[in-house]
Structures are given as structure tokens and as C-alpha cells.
């Protein structure tokens, strides 16, 4: 069956950097693409960023754009979100997200960026 796990959240200062990391497994991970989403208290789930499955394409929403960066390891089957510049409207639960069938969301790991 299909997993998603992340890890790498933790606090951080403003302007400090943080990486995440999603282990995938239960698929195909190198012919899908994946999703980064985040939900911060009292607010919905954003969408942060995407990757195609080859690594070369990639997207990002509006208010991390410079600030982070989306890669994947298809040999390691993992995803990660390099955060830099981080600042405290970041802090939030980070999901990875496979967006096939009905779609699978990993547990999230917890970002909280301090000022």
C-alpha cells in the first residue's frame, strides 16, 4: 500500500533554513509526480509546490517562490522541500502528497518559524 513519511520539521528562526524530506513507498515513485501542501492553525490546506516525476519541472505558489526549493531522489524514492529565508507565515503542519487515484497524504511534519 502506498506510504507517505515525513520528517525534518522542527523550529527555526526567521530567515534560518529547514529541510523536509517524504519517503515514499508502495508505487512506482519515479513515474509520479508529487505535491508539498501545508495547513497552518485556523487556515486551510495550501498547496506549496509541485515536481513531475523526472525532477526537471517544477512549481511553486506565489509566497515561496526564491525562498524554496522542490527536488526529488528518485533512486531513494524521496521527495524533500528545501526551505530557505524561512519566515513566521511558513509555520504550519507540511504534508507530502501523491496525486493519483484518490490521492494519498502523508501525516505531516510540524514547521514553526519564530520571530
Known amino acids: 500500500q502506498v506510504q507517505l513519511v515525513e520528517s525534518g520539521g522542527g523550529l527555526v528562526q526567521s530567515g534560518g533554513s529547514l529541510r523536509l524530506s517524504c519517503a515514499a513507498s508502495?508505487?512506482?515513485?519515479?513515474?509520479?509526480?508529487m505535491n508539498w501542501y501545508r495547513q497552518a492553525p485556523g487556515n486551510e490546506r495550501e498547496w506549496v509546490a509541485n515536481?513531475?516525476?523526472?525532477?526537471?519541472?517544477?512549481a511553486y505558489t506565489d509566497s515561496v517562490k526564491g525562498r524554496f526549493t522542490i527536488f526529488r531522489d528518485n533512486a531513494q524514492n524521496t521527495v524533500f522541500l528545501q526551505m530557505n529565508s524561512v519566515k513566521p507565515e511558513d509555520t504550519g503542519l507540511y504534508y507530502c502528497?501523491?496525486?493519483?487515484?484518490?490521492?494519498?497524504w502523508g501525516q505531516g511534519t510540524q514547521v514553526t518559524v519564530s520571530s
Open positions: 502528497y501523491l496525486p493519483r487515484d484518490a490521492g494519498y
Open positions: 508502495g508505487f512506482t515513485f519515479s513515474r509520479e509526480s
Open positions: 515536481i513531475d516525476f523526472s525532477g526537471w519541472s517544477t
